[in-house]
């Protein structure tokens, strides 16, 4: 495999290119880092093969153990459920893996009072309901309501865990995942190829019991017992790494003046007339905070809408 070097400055340069490339608002911040992979490895070739879908079909996420151990009603789910007071008062960032950690456990401990669908929707989103809708100055709750509920599949309500991976396949890989790898990739000219999304390889996925995905402590099961013999040690036994770039840094930093005198400009914002300017400034007062939580998160959100509706508003 090749390796090559990348710098915070070299991710951060790409910010106002992957936002004026994108033609619609879309918010995962890690699409930076998948336009970067993509321009050096057009260098070596045409058309690469990515690993996506192998997360949602055979158990992958950090989300996808922690349904698995809330089902089980295990003992350690009890342990954080009750902490929830400790975990709600301690500092919250992804920027450390302290922070990281009580972050976590407080998501982990306010799903264990849901449902199987309310839940998986608290986990696969930034903010809670109620914290969107206070951003918004006009919002219809019934038309909200009725969205989320065609969104959300019955197959959460099942006890068969394929129904989380189902919901998955349908939302965040469809959604998320496989357009910002297509948006990044064409940017690119670079063609990339999923196998393991070939509809065989689905199909067969989804007739496999949780056991042979998901157990204690071990997430794609079979991938990991396919594949073993054939990667190398230090690529088999290195830990899940996302694709997360460093925007508590920037927004805290060579961003921060871009941010308040552009997009999330008051005047701007009142004269808009879409947002709550009050909700906006305590966002921005929590992003600089001991304790900035997703913050960093729902700004990049505002950035990248920000700009889409400027680019073709106003």
């Excluded at 909200?144 to 959460?156: R, V």
């Excluded at 991976?165 to 670079?190: C, G, Y």
């Excluded at 990991?224 to 230090?234: C, G, I, S, V």
């Excluded at 508590?248 to 003046?257: A, C, H, S, Y």
């Amino acid at each position: 495999h090749t390796v090559f070097e990348l710098k915070n400055d070299d991710l951060y340069h790409q910010l106002h290119q992957v936002l004026e490339y994108t033609d619609e608002p879309f918010a995962d911040s890690s699409g930076l880092a998948v336009n970067i992979l993509s321009m050096y490895t057009r260098k070596k070739s045409t058309v690469a093969l990515s690993g996506d879908g192998a997360d949602e079909i055979f158990s992958g996420y950090n989300k996808h153990m922690a349904e698995f151990l809330v089902r089980e009603n295990s003992f350690k789910s009890k342990l954080v459920s009750a902490g929830r007071p400790l975990w709600k008062v301690l500092p919250k960032s992804r920027n450390s893996k302290i922070g990281n950690l009580n972050r976590q456990l407080l998501r982990y401990a306010d799903g264990l009072k849901k449902g199987n669908s309310e839940r998986y929707w608290d986990w696969a989103g930034i903010l809670k309901d109620q914290q969107a809708a206070d951003f918004i100055k006009k919002v219809n709750p019934i038309q909200f309501k009725e969205d989320k509920k065609n969104i959300l599949s019955p197959s959460l309500s099942c006890s068969d865990f394929n129904g989380v991976l189902f919901q998955d396949v349908n939302q965040v890989l469809v959604s998320d995942m496989l357009t910002k790898v297509d948006l990044n990739s064409m940017n690119n000219s670079l063609e990339v190829r999923v196998p393991f999304l070939d509809h065989n390889v689905v199909e067969f996925a989804f007739q496999i019991p949780e056991e042979f995905k998901i157990q204690k402590g071990i997430k794609k099961k079979i991938l990991q017992e396919t594949f073993k013999n054939d990667l190398p040690e230090e690529l088999f036994k290195r830990p899940k790494h996302g694709f997360e770039v460093p925007l508590l840094k920037w927004f805290r930093g060579d961003f921060e003046n871009e941010i308040k005198s552009n997009y999330l400009n008051k005047d701007f914002i009142i004269e808009q007339n879409l947002f709550n300017w009050q909700n906006i400034s305590d966002l921005i007062k929590k992003l600089h905070s001991k304790n900035p939580e997703d913050s960093a998160a729902s700004i990049w959100a505002f950035i990248v809408f920000q700009h889409w509706w400027k680019k073709w508003y106003c």
